[in-house]
DNA sequence: CCATTCTGTTGACAAATGTCAACGGATTTT
DNA sequence: AAAATCCGTTGACATTTGTCAACAGAATGG
């Protein structure tokens, strides 16, 4: 169950974890199943778990005042699902975060993953790669959401993340691209043409 | 002149830095003059250089194949300047850094920088922090993008950014928030009728 | 198996935003 | 002081994107 979090964190790390480093990560991260459409985190409550997907796919979304979902993330196998804004703030969060398939994940609350950085030096190393990573991949849907038309954000989407559009129906893909799911599927047609 | 940068990592470490390791710090971090127009970092180069600033105005942008500027990030006094992806990565830039003011910086390299994290635990910590709370702004800024029409993100950004409105001109602004400054002004007439 | 929901597409139209050109007042440069 | 550049605004028009409604096939649930 632990083995592709463990796997993971060796990726990041310049060493691998010892024996009672793996142990002391099977302790603190808990298995838990989510079913579909069940909920992980809802709007207006506090994010108390950091989850790692080891298998299904989870998605991130703000709701407006008409009802109108906007997702900003997407998490399949071996990313993260969590809040960070609340997760590290402790405020109400304005997302909710559900399973889009039945997922599988292993969850940790932030006293004992803080807990896990005094004990574990690589954990530290992973964390900051992995928040470098994330900073990077913001950054880069930042600029593109400014800089560039649908069109290119939809191709740079797909090229990047080809998983994804299998996983995630195109209504969803839209929405995470800030678009409605009738301009992805004109420019959808559109692409086919060229 | 390393003053404001002691001053902030104090703010955000648990416990105050020793003398011997603002010694380190101030050895560490390079006093540098930019004039205003001046680059820090041309689209291209790799982003040799994490730049706090102490006095001044920056801006970090990109420049489309019709040359038009998309800006990603404005930062003023107590601000970082960087492209984060370039200066981890150590991959050429898509970004350009220039000095909107004349600009007075603290600038280190990666290989200072993570040379220092191993002398000073308090900088660590703040690194950690202060990738946390950027984050959290991208990801604030991201949700923005594409849940909110133009009038509420210029509005939302007065009111979170007001000083930066008096230090950077409505184009500026405008291409920060993804629009053009025909648009952003006519958003701004609209405002004044309410 | 049927009923329901979900998904993707299309058309007609509305709304938001961009583009281009022009202008005047500030600011900067020479 | 004169010239040049920068800045914000406005109008006319084009383009992009959204909204609403309808439809059909696929997937799902009872």
Redesign the interface.
């Known amino acids: 169950m632990h083995g592709p979090l463990i796997k993971y964190i060796n990726d990041y790390a310049t060493t691998p974890l010892t024996g009672s480093e793996v142990e002391l990560i099977k302790n603190t991260f808990v298995p838990k199943r989510i079913r579909k459409k069940q909920y992980f985190l809802q709007e207006g409550e506090v994010c108390k778990y950091f989850a790692f997907i080891v298998k299904g796919a989870m998605r991130q979304y703000?709701v407006?005042d008409k009802g109108a979902e906007?997702?900003?993330q997407l998490s399949i196998e071996n990313w993260w699902a969590v809040d960070?804004?609340s997760f590290?703030?402790l405020t109400p969060s304005?997302y909710n975060i559900d399973a889009w398939e039945d997922t599988e994940a292993l969850l940790t609350t932030r006293a004992d993953i803080l807990n896990l950085y005094n004990q574990i030096p690589a954990l530290?190393e992973m964390?900051?790669k992995m928040?470098?990573k994330?900073?990077?991949a913001?950054?880069?849907?930042?600029?593109a959401?400014?800089?560039f038309p649908a069109e290119k954000r939809y191709s740079d989407f797909a090229n990047c993340y080809p998983e994804f559009l299998q996983r995630f129906p195109q209504h969803i893909i839209a929405?995470?691209?800030?678009i409605t799911k009738e301009t992805l599927s004109r420019i959808r047609k559109q692409m086919l043409k060229k």
């Not at 913001?138 to 600029?143: A, M, S, T």
């Not at 929405?175 to 800030?178: E, F, N, V």
């Open positions: 703000s407006d906007h997702i900003v960070r804004e590290v703030m304005v530290v964390a900051r928040d470098e994330h900073s990077i913001n950054q880069r849907r930042l600029n959401s400014i800089s929405s995470y691209l800030g």
